[in-house]
C-alpha cells in the first residue's frame, strides 16, 4: 500500500490550497484518512481526519474541510485563509485494512511542504 499526497506549494497568508492522498495497492477498506502536519522543531499534529466522525484540529476549524471520495480511496483537505503558522509538511495518513479478516495498519504518505509567506 502507498499513499501519495500532492497539492503543497508556496502561498501568500490569506490564500488557499487543496491537499489530495491516494492510497494504491492492496486495499481492502480503508477505515479513515487523514492529515498530519510537523513544523520545524516541533512535534507532529494532527490536522483533520476523516472516519466514524470527523475530527478537526482546533486551529484550523473554520478553516479546513477534509472530505473522500471513497470510490478513488483519495482524501481531501481544503485550507483557506492560510496563516505563516500553517507552514508544514502535511503527511496524509491511512488506517487501511489490506485482505479480508486482517487487522487495519497505519499507512503514512512522503510528505508535502506547505510554506505561507507572510
Do not use: H
Not at 79 to 101: E, Q, W
Amino acid at each position: 500500500v502507498q499513499l501519495q499526497a500532492s497539492g503543497g506549494g508556496l502561498v501568500q497568508a490569506g490564500g488557499s490550497l487543496r491537499l489530495s492522498c491516494a492510497a494504491s495497492g492492496s486495499v481492502f477498506s480503508i477505515k479513515s484518512m487523514g492529515w498530519f502536519r510537523q513544523a520545524p522543531g516541533k512535534q507532529r499534529e494532527l490536522v483533520a481526519i476523516s472516519g466514524s466522525n470527523t475530527i478537526y484540529a482546533d486551529s484550523v476549524k473554520g478553516r479546513g474541510t477534509i472530505s473522500r471520495d471513497n470510490a478513488k480511496n483519495t482524501v481531501y483537505l481544503q485550507m483557506n485563509s492560510l496563516k505563516p503558522d500553517d507552514t508544514a509538511v502535511y503527511y496524509c495518513n491511512a488506517l487501511i485494512v489490506v485482505a479480508s479478516g486482517s487487522n487495519p495498519r497505519v499507512y503514512w504518505g512522503q510528505g508535502t511542504q506547505v510554506t505561507v509567506s507572510s
